[in-house]
T-cell receptor, first 115, second 113 residues
């Protein structure tokens, strides 16, 4: 089974803190993604990566950055956390091949609260 | 721009009754279509997908969805729901030649005993 793990299920941080969310996948997937999930808005793509050291902005990258130093690990960084970044953060990964086209495997999510 | 619409944000239904969760998308090119399910306090998992071929696709737990190109729809159906089907359901679309997946806002299915 594909496994995508996220470093924390729940996280509480103060405004202005630097926050790191870690994601690790064990299926040698090329692609990795960070989404945030908010009620009524569904999933919105923050950043994604097609390969090591490669990153692309998604729909809502402002206030976030990412790092992918190893294929299995994709980190989301909130440089200076703000209350409007309180959300559920979901990491996902997928193959880049035609066989698994589009199917993403998700981690359990990190519920971040910024106070 | 591509978009996905799920017309119903919440759908309550009695146990053993049929259900349909609606999904419409906008795209001028061929697409791949997906339904994901999110059970309480869990991440999303793939329920079923349409890539090509038969327009009717089925999941292992009794759900089915039909791709209708003329109506740009991919509605999800189940003839008889169980309590365990209570979850959030997300429709998603991906253009054939682009890796980005667009998710709908989700439909919360509540099965009432």
């Amino acid at each position: 089974d594909v496994k995508v793990t996220q470093s924390s299920r729940y996280l509480v941080k103060r405004t202005g803190e630097k926050v790191f969310l870690e994601c690790v996948q064990d299926m040698d997937h090329e692609n990795m993604f960070w989404y945030r999930q908010d009620p009524g808005l569904g999933l919105r793509l923050i950043y994604f990566s097609y390969d090591v050291k490669m990153k692309e902005k998604g729909d809502i990258p402002e206030g976030y950055s990412v790092s992918r130093e190893k294929k299995e690990r994709f980190s989301l960084i909130l440089e200076s956390a703000s209350t409007n970044q309180t959300s559920m953060y979901l990491c996902a990964s997928s193959f880049s091949s035609v066989v698994g086209l589009g199917e993403q495997y998700f981690g359990p999510g990190t519920r971040l609260t910024v106070t | 721009a591509q978009s996905v619409t799920q017309l119903d944000s919440q759908v309550p239904v009695f146990e053993e009754a049929p259900v349909e969760l609606r999904c419409n998308y906008s795209s001028s090119v061929s697409v791949y279509l997906f339904w994901y399910v999110q059970y309480p306090n869990q991440g999303l998992q793939l329920l079923l997908k349409y890539l090509s071929g038969s327009t009717l696709v089925e999941s292992i737990n009794g759900f089915e969805a039909e791709f209708n190109k003329s109506q740009t729809s991919f509605h999800l159906r189940k003839p008889s729901v169980h309590i365990s089907d209570t979850a959030e359901y997300f429709c998603a679309v991906r253009r054939t030649s682009y890796d980005k997946v667009i998710f709908g806002p989700g439909t919360s299915l509540s099965v009432i005993p």
